[in-house]
């Protein structure tokens, strides 16, 4: 090994020995041989340092170096498998505790097991493996010697925090819910609004984040602020608008006209009251005018009278006149317009009062004046008679006299229809009709028909006006042929379910007409009278084809007392006949041609005999003409 002496050291050299006391003998030193040994002497050393840090090196092969920590835990000396093992059991573990979210007054949980929270064992242990290894034997002493320390350090799926958390607050998170009006019973109710709530979702995964990652906690906490949303329709809105729908309908509402009074409940008008959707979120309170008309119809029964026309009587065969008189109405338009005011003034705040309806005027429409500037003309223009058997068929005649008089003195003003059902109705007990018979598809139903029998009497109008020379508008044939009216020109009445058949003609002259009805045992006669315009009335003979003959029948019955008869059916052939009616003016000129086609079916007559023993059985049917009584 060479050693250089620098110039510096020559002259350090230099200065030390001319410093020397005087007198002390100076002995020159070999700097050669010094530098040589040191040099040698260090070169050892190293070898020797060298020799050690390989054999050291060599010892903790894959180990971590004696004197680490790892979060407190000594894992010197200890393989990265065993020093886990080591960390493990020293610390707490990083999956038991769990993360706390608060949200609002509401909580949820997040597992840290259920993120994989743990510590990150692959960076502490690849810090611990490599403290000491990085500057030769003086690391590794000074590690030995000191110590070296790992800080913890904790890892956790990231993906499956996300999708905790968003799970969380998708939970607690709502969209607002506008309040809504809905009708229970007669009321309206208000189902309230629901505010929506949302977090910031993006915060709480930084405060998340921040909580795991601190090895120190077991358990963390972090808090959500909840921002509500409020609805678009609240719930003070919605119910602001039924309290105005209470206000109209919450209170009876008395209604006065001519003296008369009616009190209408709060559930009919809460009927009345609607609230329509007119856009999302807001009502119109919509009152009902056509249930006001219908209900005040009821009032007008007993308070409108109607107005009387002026007709005609007779005395000594001399027609006079009997005069009109007014009547008293409440106008329906006017009547609802006052309801619904009142409604509306409730509505918005108004107190309640009653309601005063105008009752106005009814003049008739054909007054005395009219009727007497015509007496002097006035004359019979048809006449029609039909008899009869009063009985159980038509009630003892009562089916024929009642709708008799109620016709009887009626005026039908120029351009007027007439309608018997509307004249003579209802056909009620209460209107004075009782149970008869009547033809049914084709039968007879000889009891329990009420006002069963009248025909007679429409029929008998029918002729005494078609005779007349007026135009007819309805006219239906029976079922089967009544031997008591003129073929082809009889006049049915029916009115049942959804099946209305009338007899209805239109006064087509310039001058009203006077019904007269007249009624005694056995007999109804109908004429028309009034100013005649010169029209003359020809009927054809009628044309009867498709003749189809009758029987009659015997049926043993066992619903009889042995021996006795029952007429279950009567006898009636078929057939069908037309009858041309022709009416011209006084000119001659033809302003009414109807020919009337009447399809009358066969109908099979029955008596039913009650039988003995011995007899066939019970609805054995022989012809009437072969059955042989028994004696007596």
């Not at 499956?160 to 607002?176: C, G, K, M, S």
């Not at 506008?178 to 709530?197: K, L, M, N, Q, S």
């Not at 003034?345 to 106005?360: E, F």
Request: proline fraction near 5%; charged fraction near 20%.
């Amino acid at each position: 090994m060479i050693v250089e002496i620098t110039q510096v050291e020559r002259d350090q050299t230099v200065a030390l020995a001319t410093e020397l006391p005087a007198g002390r003998a100076f002995r020159r030193i070999d700097w050669r041989r010094a530098g040589l040994a040191f040099a040698t002497t260090g070169a050892l050393l190293l070898l020797i340092l060298g020799a050690f840090a390989i054999g050291y090196d060599g010892i903790h092969s894959g180990k971590i170096l004696p004197g680490v920590r790892v979060a407190g835990v000594q894992v010197g000396g200890l393989a990265p498998t065993h020093a886990e093992a080591a960390v493990r059991a020293g610390l707490p573990n990083p999956r038991a505790g769990q993360l706390t979210v608060l949200l609002g007054d509401a909580t949820a949980t997040i597992p840290y097991s259920a993120i994989g929270r743990d510590y990150d064992m692959a960076s502490m242990l690849g810090q611990a493996l490599s403290i000491g290894r990085g500057g030769f034997i003086v690391e590794e002493l000074r590690t030995l010697a000191h110590g070296a320390g790992v800080q913890p350090s904790v890892t956790w799926n990231d993906a499956a925090l996300v999708t905790q958390l968003d799970a969380i607050y998708a939970r607690a998170e709502a969209v607002p819910v506008d309040a809504t009006i809905v009708r229970e019973g007669a009321r309206y109710v208000v189902v309230p609004a629901v505010d929506g709530r949302a977090f910031d979702r993006e915060a709480a995964y930084l405060a998340a984040v921040a909580a795991l990652s601190d090895p120190a906690l077991p358990t963390a906490t972090i808090s959500s602020d909840v921002r509500l949303m409020p609805a678009a329709v609240s719930s003070v809105a919605a119910q602001t608008l039924v309290d105005r729908v209470e206000s109209a309908s919450g209170n009876s509402l008395t209604v006065n006209a001519d003296g008369q009074s009616m009190v209408i409940p709060t559930d009919v008008l809460r009927g009345w009251i609607r609230l329509t959707a007119a856009a999302p979120g807001e009502w119109n309170v919509a009152i009902a005018a056509d249930p006001i008309a219908q209900y005040l119809a009821e009032f007008k029964l007993d308070v409108d009278v109607p107005a009387v026309n002026a007709t005609y009587t007779f005395q000594a065969r001399q027609a006079t006149v009997v005069a009109d008189v007014n009547g008293l109405e409440i106008e329906t338009e006017p009547a609802v317009a006052a309801v619904v005011g009142e409604l509306e003034a409730r509505a918005t705040g108004a107190a309640p009062k009653a309601v005063n309806l105008a009752v106005s005027t009814v003049l008739p429409d054909f007054t005395a004046a009219e009727a007497q500037a015509l007496v002097s003309r006035v004359e019979r223009l048809g006449r029609w008679t039909t008899r009869f058997v009063p009985g159980p068929l038509n009630a003892n005649g009562v089916n024929i006299q009642v709708p008799t008089k109620l016709i009887n003195g009626t005026v039908v003003e120029p351009g007027e229809t007439f309608d018997f059902i509307d004249a003579a109705g209802p056909f009620t007990k209460r209107n004075g009709y009782d149970d008869g018979a009547a033809i049914r598809n084709g039968r007879t139903v000889f009891e329990g028909v009420l006002g069963g029998g009248l025909c007679s009497a429409s029929t008998t109008l029918f002729n005494a006006v078609a005779r007349a020379g007026f135009q007819v508008d309805a006219r239906h044939n029976h079922g089967y042929y009544i031997g008591r009216y003129p073929v082809g020109l009889d006049a049915t009445i029916w009115e049942y379910g959804g099946t209305r058949k009338t007899m209805a003609f239109t006064n087509d002259s310039d001058y009203p007409l006077l019904i007269r009805g007249m009624y005694s045992h056995g007999r109804v006669t109908f004429e028309v009278w009034g100013v005649s315009d010169g029209r003359t009335v020809d009927y054809s003979k009628p044309r009867i084809e498709r003749e189809r003959e009758a029987t009659t029948y015997v049926e043993y019955s066992s619903d009889l007392p042995p021996g006795e008869y029952e007429r279950a059916e009567f006898e009636v052939d078929g057939f069908d006949s037309w009858v041309t009616r022709t009416v011209r003016n006084a000119s001659g000129a033809i302003i009414h041609e109807n020919t009337w086609f009447s399809d009358y079916r066969k109908v099979d007559g029955l008596y039913k005999f009650g039988r003995s023993p011995g007899d066939p059985k019970d609805g054995t049917k022989v012809l009437a003409e072969d059955f042989v009584p028994p004696e007596g």
